[in-house]
């Protein structure tokens, strides 16, 4: 049955919101997308997308256009930072040929969904700052233009600090982690190949990447911090800011250091998994629902997961909103918790101070020497999850009803 009886809004113009805006158009949905700012332009700089959010870009026909802008990833190499020296090879190419793991520069992946919605049909309307959602009793998003805007279906898209969140769960702020992060775009000198370098220094790292085709590589650089006191949650940065926290950082990274004339920081911030994803027509995506440190790079992965996800439960039972949402949450909590956490734990194996860090990269080193396979398959979890392929709606149909009998 198709969607064109329902009217749906969705908060936020990010991956996760522009995804769902243009699944559930492609259903035949009216879908209007309301975003604060005044154009859909993307600071950040790249996203490491992985195999199981290409599998969504795959089926909504968008993977070959970002694939010739965005290189493919070979492998995830682990280096000790005074020098560069390897500590572990996470051989993609080898021992997950069949996988797409792709670097990807945030603005070109924006600008194809956004792109690829607006075709369809979508409505974007920018300059629509969300105040709050009210439930009267359908909920209502108040806009800081005056204006109310409502639908039979609204999505809280909104990103870590949302709005359509509190709506639907106690009262907090987003927690800082004790950790901050610099990205900046550098020029390749350095003729880095296709693959993420990460360079583990205590209680610091720098990830880098080439992005586009590959003249440029991306750097995010990790330091923890005990206090964010910045009202915003990412500022323009000095850049000897950034150096002098990164000097002891030798070879390639202490090179790729040097370029830096241009940085963002930011402060990371977290919410634990909202316990309330969904309330009468009112339901939460992406990082709204779910915010994750960067250090699994799943965020935006699981946005387009929400997304596919959140569409199939809709067309399931489109004429009850209420199950099709409770069929969503049942659907994707449990992967997103464990998602979260995983990142949460990676923080601190990259950070290891001495005299711990010596003997753990010893261990990671024997370790891909003598298992070097089952270090990338450890992850299949993650990456092999293909939300595409597992009848998604017949399955969350189950799990819903299974959830309402409890
Ligand atoms: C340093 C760093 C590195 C990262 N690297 C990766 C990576 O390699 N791979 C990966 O998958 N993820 C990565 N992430 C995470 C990823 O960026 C996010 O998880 C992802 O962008 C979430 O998408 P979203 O659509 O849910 O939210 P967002 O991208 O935050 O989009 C929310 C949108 O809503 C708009 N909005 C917010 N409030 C309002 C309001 N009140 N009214 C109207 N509009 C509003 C915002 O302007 C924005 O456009 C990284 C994050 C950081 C900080």
């Given at each position: 049955m198709a969607l064109d009886h329902l009217n749906i809004t969705i908060a936020g113009a990010g991956i996760g919101g522009l995804t769902a805006a243009l699944i559930l158009r492609r259903m035949g949905a009216e879908v209007t997308v309301l975003e604060?700012?005044?154009?859909?332009s993307e600071v950040g700089a790249g996203l490491q997308i992985s195999p199981n959010g290409m599998a969504v870009l795959r089926k909504l026909g968008l993977q070959d256009d970002l694939i010739w802008r965005s290189p493919r990833a070979r492998a995830v190499v682990l280096r000790s930072h005074?020098?560069?020296?390897?500590?572990?090879?996470?051989?993609l190419e080898q021992y997950a040929s069949d996988l797409n793991f792709y670097f990807v520069h945030r603005a070109d992946l924006i600008q194809i969904l956004a792109d690829a919605a607006r075709e369809e049909g979508v409505q974007i309307r920018l300059l629509q700052k969300v105040l709050r959602v009210e439930h009267n009793p359908k909920p209502v998003l108040q806009l800081a233009n005056g204006a109310q805007c409502g639908g039979d279906l609204i999505i809280g898209a909104d990103g870590l600090h949302s709005k359509a969140r509190k709506a639907l769960n106690e009262a907090g702020q987003p927690r800082f982690t004790g950790q901050v992060a610099w990205r900046a775009i550098v020029p390749n000198t350095s003729e880095l190949p296709n693959e993420a370098q990460v360079f583990m220094g205590p209680g610091r790292h720098l990830v880098a990447y080439p992005l586009r085709d590959g003249s440029k590589v991306n750097l995010v650089a990790v330091q923890e911090r005990k206090a964010w006191a910045d009202e915003g949650w990412h500022i323009q940065d000095a850049p000897e800011n950034v150096k002098t926290a990164f000097a002891s950082f030798g070879g390639v990274a202490g090179q790729l250091m040097n370029q830096i004339d241009e940085v963002m920081l930011w402060g990371l911030f977290r919410h634990p998994v909202?316990?309330?994803?969904?309330r009468g027509a009112l339901v939460l995506l992406g990082d709204a629902a779910h915010p994750t440190l960067p250090f699994m790079a799943q965020g935006a992965n699981l946005a387009l997961e929400d997304a596919w996800v959140l569409g199939q439960c809709i067309k399931a039972s489109p004429s009850d909103i209420p199950a099709a949402l409770a069929c969503y949450q049942a659907c994707r909590k449990d992967r997103a918790e464990k998602v979260v956490d995983a990142a949460t734990s990676n923080a601190w194996k990259y950070h290891l101070r001495p005299p711990l860090n010596w003997p753990a990269h010893q261990i990671l080193r024997t370790a891909g020497r003598l298992a070097p396979a089952r270090m990338v398959q450890q992850f299949d979890w993650i990456y092999r999850h293909n939300v595409t392929e597992q009848g998604a709606s017949g399955k969350a149909t189950e799990k819903a009803k299974e959830t309402e009998q409890a």
């Open positions: 604060q700012a005044e154009a859909i005074r020098q560069g020296q390897e500590v572990l090879r996470l051989d909202a316990t309330n994803w969904h």
